[in-house]
T-cell receptor, first 117, second 111 residues
Framework: NAGVMQNPRHLVRRRGQEARLRCSPV?????VYWYRQLPEEGLKFMVY????????ESGMPKERFSAEFPKEGPSILRIQQVVRGDSAAYFC???????????????FGPGTRLTVL | SQQGEEDPQALSIQEGENATMNCSYK?????LQWYRQNSGRGLVHLIL?????REKHSGRLRVTLDTSKKSSSLLITASRAADTASYFC???????????FGDGTTLTVKP
């Protein structure tokens, strides 16, 4: 998992504020995945992006959540009007190729722990 | 049950003993991966086993995959206190890029 950077590592927001989580993939990786982890649970897939494209957002809540992976710069997961239930650890992973091909792995960042007061 | 479900949920052993964790899944997969997560930390990738492989070793880790039973096991031999962590299996489904995780097995190795 060396190389995937996420910031901030900890983020505290009040209800109704916006949260922006950043993910810089391993250099050269063009595939980014976001996952959410609630306490005592496993990671739940949210969204899969390639540069400038959303490939699969089947795990993303329909409202308040959005993600982007621009041509330049990090991937951003944005949560608008946060609620207490959004409190969780958000992990980003990157891969060189689509891991559905079966030959590559996803490298995870250290996560951003969001606390909504 | 969900894809990538581990059992047991919690396992407590003495240092030096072996620890075995199991994972079951439902759909066809391209590969299955095991990760470790220390409390409050990120995930560390342990082993990737492809759907056409049956067994794989890495140091003290041994992973098996039985696609006919849709199950995998992770064996940690000669466990150490530093192995205390949560262990997750994750499946990558055919034609999809996302990983599907179970809720993990929490392993405690007592010194």
């Amino acid at each position: 998992n060396a190389g995937v950077m996420q910031n901030p590592r900890h983020l505290v927001r009040r209800r109704g504020q916006e949260a922006r989580l950043r993910c810089s993939p391993v250099k050269g990786h063009s595939h980014v995945y976001w996952y959410r982890q609630l306490p005592e649970e496993g990671l739940k897939f949210m969204v899969y992006l390639q540069k400038e494209n959303i490939i699969d957002e089947s795990g993303m809540p329909k409202e308040r959540f959005s993600a982007e992976f621009p041509k330049e710069g990090p991937s951003i997961l944005r949560i608008q009007q946060v609620v207490r239930g959004d409190s969780a650890a958000y992990f980003c992973a990157s891969s060189l190729v689509n891991t559905g091909a079966g030959t590559d792995t996803q490298y995870f960042g250290p996560g951003t722990r969001l606390t909504v007061l | 049950s969900q894809q990538g479900e581990e059992d047991p949920q919690a396992l407590s052993i003495q240092e030096g003993e072996n620890a075995t964790m199991n994972c079951s899944y439902k759909t066809s997969i391209n590969n299955l991966q095991w990760y470790r997560q220390n409390s409050g930390r990120g995930l560390v990738h342990l082993i990737l086993i492809r759907s056409n492989e049956r067994e794989k070793h890495s140091g003290r880790l041994r992973v098996t995959l039985d696609t006919s039973k849709k199950s995998s096991s992770l064996l940690i031999t000669a466990s150490r206190a530093a192995d205390t962590a949560s262990y997750f299996c994750a499946t990558v489904n055919t034609n999809a890029g996302k990983s599907t995780f179970g809720d993990g097995t929490t392993l405690t190795v007592k010194p």
